[in-house]
């Protein structure tokens, strides 16, 4: 069965981007514009993996982890920071919030992909 892995951002452009990799790598994808978005979007439904922007309206992807954190459905989701920023307090953040990985855009998709494939459980 395939993983399914969520993208939260803001700019359509990047989710299609994403998008496109992972479902190269047969993964399922689900797309969210922001942290609100993704939190409609989460029914308790096994998500392997969620890629979050930081930066978005709404509500911005550290508070997104915060709130993502809190539900035991998700509790140990694995969440991949794909954003601009790369101040140390932001990272620093972003991983007191319980995400585990940082991938700075630009970035190449096979960066990301490894990175997916690293934090997805088989």
Same mark, same amino acid.
């Given at each position: 069965?395939?993983?399914?892995?969520?993208?939260?951002?803001?700019?359509?452009?990047?989710?299609?981007?994403?998008?496109?990799?992972?479902?190269?790598?047969?993964?399922?994808?689900?797309?969210?514009?922001?942290?609100?978005?993704?939190?409609?979007?989460?029914?308790?439904?096994?998500?392997?993996?969620?890629? !979050?922007?930081?930066?978005? /309206?709404?509500?911005?992807?550290? @508070?997104?982890?915060? +709130?993502? *954190? &809190?539900?035991? !459905?998700?509790?140990?989701? /694995?969440?991949?920071?794909?954003? @601009?920023?790369?101040? +140390?307090? *932001? &990272?620093?953040?972003?991983?007191?919030?319980?995400?585990?990985?940082?991938?700075?855009?630009?970035?190449?998709?096979?960066?990301?992909?490894?990175?997916?494939?690293?934090?997805?459980?088989?």
């Amino acid at each position: 069965m395939a993983k399914i892995i969520m993208i939260v951002d803001d700019s359509t452009s990047v989710r299609q981007l994403v998008s496109m990799a992972l479902k190269s790598q047969n993964y399922q994808v689900i797309e969210a514009c922001d942290g609100m978005d993704a939190l409609s979007k989460l029914t308790g439904s096994k998500i392997n993996l969620i890629i !979050s922007d930081i930066n978005m /309206p709404k509500m911005d992807g550290i @508070t997104f982890v915060k +709130e993502l *954190k &809190k539900n035991p !459905s998700y509790k140990f989701t /694995p969440v991949i920071m794909l954003t @601009t920023e790369t101040q +140390e307090g *932001k &990272k620093r953040e972003a991983q007191a919030a319980g995400a585990k990985a940082w991938i700075v855009k630009p970035f190449k998709p096979e960066q990301m992909l490894s990175a997916v494939a690293k934090l997805i459980l088989p």
